[in-house]
């Protein structure tokens, strides 16, 4: 199982730099070890692949041998996202999961990062606003 630089994580790390933002990746020392992470910003985003972590979208097919085993890994990785969740804004981050079908799908992508930049920009408001 490849669960570090994925396509969709990469795509997402690309466009992030060219935009001139700089993350961390796989950040060991947060719960969950985000994917990436924006510490100006105080915000994570978590890629997260549509099967593995069972999005709803048309690749989130269960397979049709050992159900049951499958039923209870797809369970547990949804109650470690949600407890890392609750960690992470605790901790006072921001969390934003992408999923692999929006980030891959051309004319999703773009709507994907208008959200993603729309929340960055809500941070750095709310940051300029405490400093001023």
Known sequence: MKSKNTKPELKIRSYLFSKGLRFRIHHTGLPGTPDIVLPRYKI???????????????????????????????????????????????????????????????????????????KIEHVENNIKYIYA
């Open 44 to 118: 994570i985003i978590n890629v997260n692949g549509c099967f593995w972590h069972q999005h709803g979208c048309t690749h989130t097919k269960t397979p049709n041998t050992k159900r049951d085993f499958w039923h209870n890994k797809f369970k547990e990785t949804k109650y470690k996202d949600a407890k890392n969740r609750v960690k992470l804004e605790r901790l006072g981050w921001n969390v934003i999961d992408l999923w692999e079908c929006a980030i891959m799908n051309e004319k999703s992508f773009n709507n994907v990062l208008k959200a993603l930049f729309f």
